[in-house]
């Protein structure tokens, strides 16, 4: 254990102590103190929504709220930088099922929020924002730390508020609440002015409450369900679409059932991973641009695509013109304005995830015949393995250094990762069984993710849950400061910065598409990432050779506390199956040779 | 260089079979002999909407940010206090148009979407200012399209015209003779026509309670609106 650890409480201890939500809810109504101001009719809010965790940045118009969860069994994990309170509480939602919550103050913190709120919106995570606000009778007078937050934030978020009176804050804190996690997930943000924070109420807020008409579909139309269940049940090669909605609506269990019972063979799209086994015979893993071969020829061929939970994103479809272009399509989504908005949906059946997926079971009088299907699912599993050769005397395979990590791991571990060649290598080459164990930046693709999302999640996470974060140099040195958050607040995360001294994923595409001409892909000099995380007082390896990766990985994990590895792999290492932007998704290549 | 063998074992590209189906650029399948894109349309939507501030915003940000294309926007309150009605143009393929009504029922704001399909009760107001010089003849063709003098000075004479856009275009030919000086325009605003609701669920303020604004009119965006019973469709 660090010495910086000692003057902080054992992890574990603490969060073995905590109440569930609701009875410490029913405390807070006892015990708490009373609402005197716009600030605490705030945090009442948040207590009132089972707030446990929240992550931030102080500054001068957000203090008063600030002021107001020194009183709050509320726990506030103080961060380096408002992006990564902002990463720090998507990842927090994402594993805890509830909205993260996080504050800042008016001007740069509310914009150093804005990449992690954008983050939050395109992965559809529930997340709350909390931004400070010069006050009032200042806003439009170019105020200093004055930003236009709500007008800035508009197009990334559900919706936001810009909070009007000390009256009424706290119902709005609580709509934000409960606008973030209902339907489709997402984030909101309630900017709070100064003088209204500090302005006097003993207005108590209620329970969180969504806004009049937001409330989310349930049902799907009975005629659309029917419909689809008849061309399920006619299909020779039913396909069965899994995206990021059914782990948000914790239809997995459903989902499963579903798969197993009708023998529908799965893939996942990468937000949807963990919604199915990756073990199981039946899961092709997932399709896209660098999704597995066998997931990319199966979604080429299926007669019948049941999309859940996916909105087609264009990394999952490749060119449009040739997206499963023999299919029918069943899209079973809780947002109608992601029906045929990318790919036509001949079956719209507009739901919650699970809801829909036993009217479709309950609908339908027999399985499709789909045995011939199966069998040539598992004959492109075996043509297209995502194996790899290793040569001790030639630089690491990142693939190795994720497989050592998977083995030497439980399966509840969660893993969390920056974006790049190193995040593709994460989600190929780690077995991902479990939902809410794959934690990723998306849609909005954020380099510098992966640290501050490992320590959102390790809030989140149960004691017996490892948390690995797999990075690459470059993502790692854009949020590296919360190393100091990590090692502050004594949590036992792994770091394993796979580590090429490029841009690897520019740097792979300058190679295939720019003739190898490597502008600003080529760092040339990294500082060695071991010393900096000792420096940070993390422990720090470097390994540069095959037969240190067992040993340092082990080291790594039984160190109790924020550890980094960085692992030297092969420069040259490219991340395959690939297809290229707007290709046909059939056509992945295996090689450079084949883009 | 290094010895690590870069790639994947399998089947290249051009030996692996392919479906011969293709979908259009809206994701639908086509035949892919007599493959066609979908023609533009007009559309004209309404939507009911809380009057807040910074509802405009919201609406215009989300046709801007989606890259929808919009030729007209009208913004006016309905009988509802509190509730605004948007007219809005809309010039897209069939899937776009459908896509632009589901984007906007998301807006929290936005309490409910119509499109005015058939022969919706359309009209326009134009304000015109003409050459003065020759004001009987601006006069006549004034009477003839049934618009009235707003302002007649010995240079500029000002007409307010109302219409259906091809009355609007007709009337404005046949001012051009005289010089047209500056004209202002509201873009058309419409009703659905007969009993039917302009909007899905839409209601009189006689039986409706307006959305989302407090009894002192205090109009803030978070306001109770939990005792609202008018009927929402978003």
Not at chain 1, 96 to 122: H, K, Q, R
Not at chain 1, 164 to 174: C, L, M, N, Q
Not at chain 2, 103 to 121: C, D, F, M, T, Y
């Amino acid at each position: 254990m660090s010495e910086t650890a000692k003057s902080h409480p054992d992890a574990d201890e603490e969060s073995t102590t905590e109440k569930p939500p609701a009875e410490a809810a029913s405390e807070a109504d006892d015990n708490a103190t009373p609402v005197t101001d716009g600030s605490t009719a705030i945090v009442r809010a948040l207590e009132n929504g089972g707030v446990e965790h929240a992550f931030g940045v102080q500054g001068g118009a957000i203090m008063p709220v600030y002021d107001a969860l020194w009183d709050s069994d509320i726990e506030h994990i103080t961060m380096a930088h408002e992006q990564g309170a902002a990463h720090a509480a998507d990842a927090y939602g994402v594993v805890a099922n509830e909205p993260g919550i996080a504050l800042a103050t008016s001007g740069p913190g509310a914009t150093n929020l804005v990449t992690g709120i954008a983050d939050a919106n395109m992965d559809s995570d529930a997340m709350v924002a909390l931004t400070g606000q010069v006050p009032s009778d200042m806003v439009g007078s170019d105020a200093f730390q004055e930003t236009d937050t709500t007008g800035v934030t508009m197009p990334i978020t559900k919706h936001n508020w810009f909070a009007a009176s000390a009256d009424s804050i706290g119902d709005t804190v609580g709509e934000a609440f409960a606008l973030a996690e209902s339907g489709r997930p997402g984030p909101t943000l309630v900017d709070l002015p100064k003088d209204v924070s500090f302005e006097e109420t003993d207005v108590e807020p209620g329970e969180p409450a969504l806004p009049a008409g937001s409330e989310p579909p349930t049902t799907a139309d009975q005629e659309s369900v029917a419909a689809a269940a008849s061309t399920i049940e006619r299909a020779e090669k039913p396909l069965l679409l899994l995206g990021g909605g059914v782990i948000k609506a914790e239809a997995t269990d459903t989902a499963r059932e579903f798969a197993r019972e009708h023998g529908i063979p799965v893939v996942t799209t990468m937000p949807g991973i963990g919604t199915y086994p990756e073990d199981d015979e039946l899961c092709l893993s997932w399709a896209g641009m660098h999704g597995t071969g066998y997931a990319n020829m199966a979604i080429t061929h299926t007669d019948c695509l049941i999309g859940v939970g996916t909105r087609f994103d264009d990394r999952l479809t490749g060119g449009i013109d040739t997206f499963a272009p023999e299919a029918e399509v069943v899209h079973i989504d809780i947002d109608p304005a992601e029906i045929s908005k990318n790919i036509h949906a001949d079956y719209p059946c507009i739901g919650d995830a699970g809801t829909v997926l036993d009217q479709l079971t309950e609908a339908m009088d027999r399985e499709p015949d789909a045995r011939e299907w199966r069998e040539q699912c598992q004959t492109w599993k075996d043509e297209y393995p995502m194996d790899y050769s290793i040569d001790k005397d030639a630089p690491l395979r990142p693939e190795f250094v994720v497989e050592a990590f998977d083995e030497a791991t439980d399966d509840n571990t969660i893993v969390t990762s920056g974006v790049g060649q190193h995040q593709m290598w994460a989600s190929q080459y780690w077995e991902f069984t479990e939902p809410r164990t794959w934690v990723s930046s998306h849609g909005l693709g954020t380099m510098g993710y992966g640290l501050p999302s490992a320590i959102g999640a390790r809030f989140a996470a149960d004691d017996d849950q490892g948390v690995v974060c797999f990075d690459g140099d470059g993502s790692f040195l854009m949020t590296i400061q919360e190393l100091s958050v990590a090692v502050r607040e004594n949590l036992d995360i792994t770091v394993a910065v796979l580590n090429n001294e490029y841009v690897g994923m520019v740097r792979q595409w300058q190679d295939a598409f720019f003739e190898g001409r490597h502008m600003a892909s080529e760092y040339n000099w990294m500082p060695e990432f071991d010393k900096l995380a000792e420096a940070f007082g993390a422990k720090g390896w470097r390994v540069n050779d095959y037969d240190e990766v067992a040993d340092s990985v082990e080291a790594a994990l039984e160190y109790d506390g924020p550890s980094v590895i960085d692992f030297h792999i092969d420069p040259d290492a490219n991340v395959y199956p690939m297809v290229a932007s707007g290709a046909p998704n059939g056509k992945f290549a295996l090689s450079e040779e084949q883009l | 260089m290094s010895e690590n063998q870069q790639g994947l074992q399998g089947p290249p590209p051009e030996e692996r079979p392919h479906p011969d189906g293709r979908r259009n650029s809206q994701g639908i399948r086509i035949d892919p002999e007599v493959e066609a894109e979908p023609d533009t349309q007009t559309a004209m939507i309404s939507a009911l909407v809380e009057h807040e501030p910074g509802v405009l915003a919201r609406v215009a940000g989300l046709f801007s940010r989606r890259q929808f294309n919009i030729e007209s926007l009208t913004v006016g309150p309905t009988t509802v206090e509190g509730n605004a009605r948007l007219t809005l143009i809309v010039e897209e393929p069939e899937p776009g148009i459908d896509q632009a009504k589901k984007q906007l029922a998301k807006l929290k704001p936005v309490i409910s979407v119509g499109e005015l399909e058939g022969r919706p009760v359309r009209s326009e107001l134009v304000l015109l200012k003409v050459n003065g010089d020759d004001p009987d003849r601006v006069q006549a063709v004034t009477e003839m399209y049934d618009g009235t003098t707003l302002d007649a000075g010995p240079e500029t004479i000002t007409v307010q015209l109302t219409g259906e856009y091809n009355e609007i275009e007709d009337a404005l030919d046949a001012y051009r003779q005289f010089g047209i000086i500056e004209i202002a325009r509201t873009g058309p605003t419409a009703l659905a026509r007969g009993s039917t609701p302009t909007t899905p669920g839409e209601k009189p303020a006689a039986e409706a309670t307006a959305v989302g604004v407090e009894a002192d009119g205090g109009g803030d965006a978070g306001g109770d609106s939990a005792e609202s019973q008018a009927e929402t469709t978003n």
